[in-house]
């Protein structure tokens, strides 16, 4: 880190490692005239795919980090790593991104053009999400190799599961801060799966009810067939009739099916469901927290979920 950036705050500490990252993996190999084509292609992927977000997940690395190790004993290459290794999760989530959006065909990713739906992008969009997997390897390689977490960080990248990557995300962090108990891992994880669930949730929720102005996107889960929190809670409580209506409805894209589907959702008070759910949820982790972190400290899990609770995007 730069002395002259040591005033600066964790967010814009974020923005400056981003632009360092991308000279690095795009600039240091120009010499060769036979990768200016793809390293250009891969500086355009970066800049368009990996900002742009809520950016909480790589913030929240340097933001632990530094409530599991006082001031004083921080150093400015383990706040540089921090901030690197912020990024290369931004950019394991670019990737999920990045193929979701094939994957579920899906219009617009924050704001703006689903990558694949570029012009001149299309279906070479999956190379592209492979490019910015592998730069999060060549990342940690050139920054982490002989850490002690270095593996957990590898482990990390490959599981490719959203509740897991903040999982081990934590884990990584305690490592980081020379906290390696199996209890304390074991208590992190019971936290995290609850809140890694409270979070897959929230996602179900704000496809149907989001607002895509706010969300950047528009849901898709209904036309996608989705086994989503919504639908299993509703065939939970609705009467034969309504199970037939939604039978005939869920899964079809036409626009007349999917406002049906809405609606049986609206009749079944589902927004009103939602958000009981949300306050028992968050009771619920807030107890976790104070039974299973006894020697952790609680603003590293309160920080996480004081960031997705009523969160609208």
């Known amino acids: 880190i730069d002395p002259n950036d040591v005033q600066l705050s964790d967010p814009k500490l974020f923005d400056r490692q981003f632009e360092k990252l991308v000279c690095e ?7 060769d005239p036979v990768l200016t084509d793809a390293l250009n292609r891969l500086r355009e992927i970066l800049h368009y795919n990996a900002p742009g977000g809520k950016r909480n997940r790589g913030l ?10 006082p001031p004083s004993k921080l150093t400015p290459e383990e706040v540089e790593r921090a901030l690197l290794v912020g990024w290369c999760i931004e950019l394991l989530q670019a990737f999920f991104l990045v193929a979701d959006d094939i994957m579920d065909a899906s219009v617009t990713r924050r704001g703006q053009p689903c990558w694949y739906k570029k012009e001149g992008i299309g279906l070479d969009a999956i190379n592209d999400a492979f490019l910015l997997e592998g730069s999060i390897y060549r ?60 979070f897959q949730i929230q996602d179900d929720y704000l496809d149907c009810y989001g607002d895509p102005a706010v969300t950047g996107k528009i849901g898709t889960d209904i036309q996608d067939n989705k086994c989503s929190w919504l639908v299993v ?10 199970r037939a209506e939604l039978e005939v409805c869920y899964g079809k894209t036409d626009a007349e099916s999917v406002e049906r589907v809405k609606a049986l959702y609206d009749t079944l008070e589902m927004p009103v469901r939602y958000h009981q759910y949300e306050e028992e949820s968050y009771r619920r982790l807030q107890n976790l927290i104070q039974q299973h972190a006894q020697n952790l400290p609680h603003a590293v899990f309160l920080n996480f979920a004081k960031k997705i609770y009523k969160r609208n995007k």
């Open 25 to 31: 993996l795009t600039e240091q190999d120009m010499t």
């Open 139 to 198: 990342l940690l390689r050139r920054h982490c190799r002989g850490q002690p977490y270095y593996l957990h960080l590898l482990d990390t990248v490959y599981v490719s599961h959203r509740c897991r990557l903040c999982l081990s995300l934590c884990c990584y962090r305690l490592s980081q801060a020379g906290i390696d108990s199996e209890v304390e891992h074991s208590n992190a994880k019971h936290i995290l799966l609850e809140m890694g669930e409270f």
């Open 60 to 69: 929240s690395v340097i933001g632990s980090l530094r409530e599991f190790v």
């Open 233 to 242: 809670t509703a065939l939970g409580i609705m009467t034969p009739e309504q």
